[in-house]
């Protein structure tokens, strides 16, 4: 492919203005701002989770959009230019975007953990813009090449899948372990997949949903279970019994966020066993700590991605570990970006991929 020109290209861009408020506006191309920056084409984008609760209400938490916001933030793009110090890159190269960057000072940062850094200015994380635009400029360090047998719609998927790499490496899932995943959307689907990886020989996915269910047995897990409206123990013990480790799993791994999911986390786990919470719901919840003591369960929170998760992403799909095209419910052009959200918001797809303003569709 020849290398493109900032020139010819657009910088529209899909923007939040309030909740249920979006639009679409040319914006300023963004030029280099350090010697060690790239500028990336974006050609693919995933929606997320958060894009669509940003869409609906607004906020996160603490995160809330006061200004007009670009959405979107998993994306894959082909760089345009490079910096003087680039050395890593050239134009033409093909990428998958880590779409945050941290202060790289802070102690946090020098420990290796830049996820924690408290300066992180992360895409679509108010107040700073998204990727759901034509041209991203980016930290080169924060640019991860593709291996030729890597697309760029596979590329977009490296997002969700640090994601889930963060969290298996906080479960610390060896071989031959069982691992309990509460949730099967794209977390909890690619959590199992890379627990699978991991070499983990039992891996049960859980969820209220059967057809998710369906496809997380087809996808990666060994074990699927559809939970009951019974107490948290009881369809703790139906998890154990269906997957045979009566003593409990020894992983469990929660991506739904959702407090009977974590509640049976906590029944689940075998004595010494670790918890993660990936997922993220309702910010205070009735927990049972009692189990926590008694089982000397080693509980562990994880937050985006660290040092070494988006490269190990990449490896996982280069190396056909992680099939993550399976994920992937449809791809639309630019301008379908809010029908995109709606089928999203409904729950009628897993990962739907918005092509960048200058792809051809
Ligand atoms: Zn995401
Ligand atoms: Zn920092």
Redesign the pocket.
């Known amino acids: 492919m020849a290398p493109l020109n900032k020139n010819d290209l657009s910088n529209l861009s899909f923007i939040l203005n309030k909740p249920n408020d979006v639009s679409f506006a040319e914006r300023p191309k963004p030029s280099l701002a350090s010697p060690h920056d790239v500028l990336v084409a974006v050609n693919y984008t995933?929606i997320?989770?958060?894009?669509i609760h940003y869409w609906v209400h607004g906020a996160i938490g603490h995160y809330v959009v006061k200004d007009p916001m670009v959405l979107g933030?998993?994306s894959a793009g082909t760089v345009v230019e490079v910096g003087d110090k680039v050395t890593s890159l050239k134009p033409g190269d093909r990428v998958a975007l880590e779409p945050g960057y941290p202060c790289r000072r802070c102690t946090n940062c020098r420990a290796g953990h830049y996820n924690l850094c408290p300066e992180m200015a992360f895409a679509a994380t108010p107040p700073i813009h998204g990727t759901l635009t034509g041209l991203w400029s980016s930290p080169a360090d924060f640019c991860y090449k593709l291996p030729d047998n890597v697309s760029l719609q596979e590329g977009a998927l490296i997002?969700?899948l640090a994601?889930a790499v963060h969290i298996v490496k906080q479960a610390a899932v060896t071989p031959g372990q069982s691992v309990v995943v509460m949730g099967a959307g794209p977390?909890g689907l690619l959590c199992a997949a890379v627990a699978r990886a991991y070499g983990a020989s039992k891996v049960v996915s859980v969820d209220i949903v059967q057809s998710k269910l369906d496809f997380a047995r087809d996808f990666a897990a060994t074990h699927v279970y559809a939970s009951q409206r019974v107490s948290a123990e009881e369809n703790a013990k139906a998890i154990r019994d269906l997957a045979g480790i009566p003593s409990g799993a020894d992983a469990v791994i929660d991506a739904s966020g959702a407090e009977p999911s974590i509640q049976a986390s906590l029944h689940v786990v075998r004595n010494g066993g670790t918890y993660v919470q990936g997922g993220m719901g309702k910010p205070d919840i009735n927990f049972p700590i009692m189990a926590l003591c008694l089982k000397e369960v080693t509980a562990k929170g994880s937050f985006r991605y660290g040092a070494g998760d988006y490269a190990l992403a990449v490896e996982l799909v280069a190396s056909g570990k992680v099939d993550v095209k399976k994920l992937i419910t449809s791809v639309v052009g630019f301008k379908q970006a809010e029908e995109a959200f709606k089928k999203v918001k409904e729950g009628e797809a897993i990962k739907v991929l918005i092509a960048g303003p200058n792809e051809k569709m």
């Open positions: 995933g997320c989770g958060s894009d933030h998993e997002e969700p994601v977390v």
